[in-house]
């Protein structure tokens, strides 16, 4: 079967209001929602201490407020752009050339990292055909075609750990 294609009818009526109903009117009310809550954090801060509605304490709180926002603002940006380095490097403070141990399910090896970029975040790459360096076939089953008798595709779900340093370097 190639694929199915189902098809439905949703009323959205039932769903979106009409213009001039009650629901719209609703929906605006709650954008209003936090409104009551700010009014009575401003009435409680003036019972406190009476400075706390100066024009000075606001202008402070309007320019610590704008900072915060400046920042959400930036790293809204960055997600959205989708730049955001969630790298090796990063994440788990690897450098290129450091050693690693590579562990699966099937057995561990000890292997130096490199950071290819051409690579999907999440993905890793070991040749299987330098098994002098690097015995990646023990991450792997010994399965084989058996008419061909080539490896069987290799790809397993592996976790990469950082090695401790030695002591005195």
């Known amino acids: 079967?190639?694929?199915?294609?189902?098809?439905?009818?949703?009323?959205?009526?039932a769903v979106a209001p009409r213009p001039g109903s009650r629901g719209v009117v609703l929906a605006r009310l709650r954008d209003l929602a936090l409104v009551p809550a700010i009014i009575a954090i401003a009435v409680v801060g003036y019972a406190?201490?009476?400075?706390?509605?100066?024009?000075?304490?606001l202008i402070n709180i309007l320019q610590t407020m704008s900072e915060i926002g400046l920042l959400v603002l930036a790293q809204t940006l960055v997600l959205v752009a989708g730049k955001m380095d969630l790298s090796l490097e990063?994440?788990?403070?690897?450098?290129?050339?450091?050693?690693?141990?590579?562990?699966?399910?099937r057995g561990q090896v000890e292997a130096p990292i490199r950071i290819?970029?051409?690579l999907r975040p999440g993905l890793t790459f070991m040749t299987l055909h330098f098994q002098d360096d690097v015995a990646t076939n023990l991450l792997t089953i010994d399965a084989t075609d058996p008419k061909s008798g080539t490896a069987?595709?290799?790809?397993?779900?592996i976790r990469i750990e950082k090695l401790e340093a030695p002591v005195g370097v």
């Open 90 to 105: 990063s994440t788990f403070g690897l450098a290129p050339g450091e050693r690693v141990r590579v562990v699966s399910r």
């Open 48 to 57: 406190v201490n009476p400075v706390f509605l100066s024009s000075d304490n």
């Open 116 to 118: 290819d970029e051409s």
């Open 152 to 157: 069987e595709f290799k790809a397993t779900a």
């Open 1 to 13: 079967m190639s694929g199915t294609r189902v098809e439905s009818e949703v009323d959205v009526s």
